[in-house]
């Protein structure tokens, strides 16, 4: 079993940007990147926590993410901005397009960036949460490379495509809901073959579309939508939010992360806030919010040990504890960020 370790939140924060700056990435962007995934690690979400440093800096390596993009900003109306990422790191076009949104929020009441030329972005949560301590009520997504088949489709042609939604709350954490729109993330076949274990029902499809529990059946296939022929459609409203109206790469278009040499992914996000101010106020909001909260809490547990949550609100308590003891994190996770920030070449490349 692999030793797992309690890392210092300061110690990991800067051994993220470090590792980035490392391969050429400017400061002010390593800082912005590295916390995206520094605060995934220690909102417990893992597989795009702190180990995406290893594909990502893999990926300027092979000059497909230029480090330092020239990174165009254009403004289409008083509430639209569209961003240009110029093959830029996903996390630092992704924090562009976060806090333009909450600038234009700021200024109109509304504010929309869609981004184009980008690459993986890590999880939405990370940018959900700096939106609500803005003070802004949010909605962002993000395409990927297929990792899915269409609604009777047998071939792979478009993205399992996050979407986030996000709300300050006045008295507890706030609402913070990161969902992929399939039925698991790609990445747990990955984990559940590396483990030697099979994967549920209802995950995966092999290579003919025929349910499978084999995980490497299922990496040579493709994951399933939530919600059937729904999810495939959600999943195709997030590539018009985010591609569609970024004029940038969609379904086959996308390329994977995890492929070598200088290939470009491609990817495009989009960024939505609101502010409560121009409707009925943040503090008359977060009052809401309290009540809608509330109403899920005094909700009867079917099972008293396992209490009705609200979204966000595991990832929040997962993220106090770590800043009170340390992120858990393996070993050899460790060992390997250490080298990365010392400048070293990534070991390994994951498969997905």
């Known amino acids: 079993m692999t030793d797992t370790v309690r890392v210092p939140c300061d110690e990991l924060r800067a051994l993220t940007h470090a590792a980035l700056e490392a391969v050429g990435v400017p400061p002010a962007d390593a800082a912005d990147a590295g916390d995206v995934l520094w605060r995934a690690q220690m909102m417990g979400i893992t597989t795009h926590g702190v180990r995406r440093l290893i594909p990502y800096i893999q990926r300027i390596h092979d000059g497909a993410i230029d480090p330092n993009p020239t990174i165009e900003h254009v403004r289409k109306a008083p509430s639209i901005t569209v961003i240009d990422g110029g093959n830029g790191l996903g996390p630092v076009i992704g924090s562009r397009g976060t806090a333009e949104a909450i600038r234009l929020a700021r200024e109109t009441g509304i504010g929309y960036v869609a981004c184009r030329a980008s690459h993986h972005f890590g999880p939405v949560m990370p940018y959900l949460l700096r939106a609500v301590e803005a003070g802004m009520v949010c909605f962002m997504g993000t395409n990927v490379q297929p990792v899915m088949a269409p ?128 409707t009925i106020g943040l503090d008359a909001f977060r009052d809401r919010m309290e009540v809608l909260c509330a109403m899920m809490h005094d909700t009867p547990a079917v099972d008293p040990a396992e209490p009705v949550l609200v979204p966000g609100e595991p990832e929040c308590a997962l993220m106090a504890d770590c800043e009170a003891n340390g992120v858990p994190l393996p070993a050899q996770w460790l060992d390997e960020i250490r080298g990365l920030a010392r400048g070293e070449m990534p070991r390994s490349m994951p498969e997905a």
């Not at 290579?207 to 040579?220: E, L, Q």
Request: glycine share 18%; with cysteine; net charge neutral.
């Open 151 to 278: 609604w009777r489709g047998a071939r792979l042609a478009h993205g399992n495509n996050p979407i986030g939604f996000g709300g300050p709350r006045r008295d507890g954490y706030p609402f913070l809901l990161d969902i992929a729109i399939s039925v698991v993330a790609f990445s747990k076949l990955r984990h559940a073959k590396e483990a030697g274990e099979p994967i549920p029902e209802g995950w995966a499809a092999d290579s003919a579309g025929r349910p499978t529990t084999d995980p490497v059946a299922g990496m040579g296939g493709w994951v399933l939508p939530i919600g059937g022929h729904k999810g495939y459609g959600l999943a195709l409203a997030v590539e018009m939010l985010a591609a569609g109206l970024a004029g940038g790469a969609l379904g086959t278009e996308v390329h994977g992360l995890f492929e070598r040499g200088p290939r470009a992914q491609g990817v495009c996000h989009f960024f939505m806030a609101i502010d409560p101010e121009r």
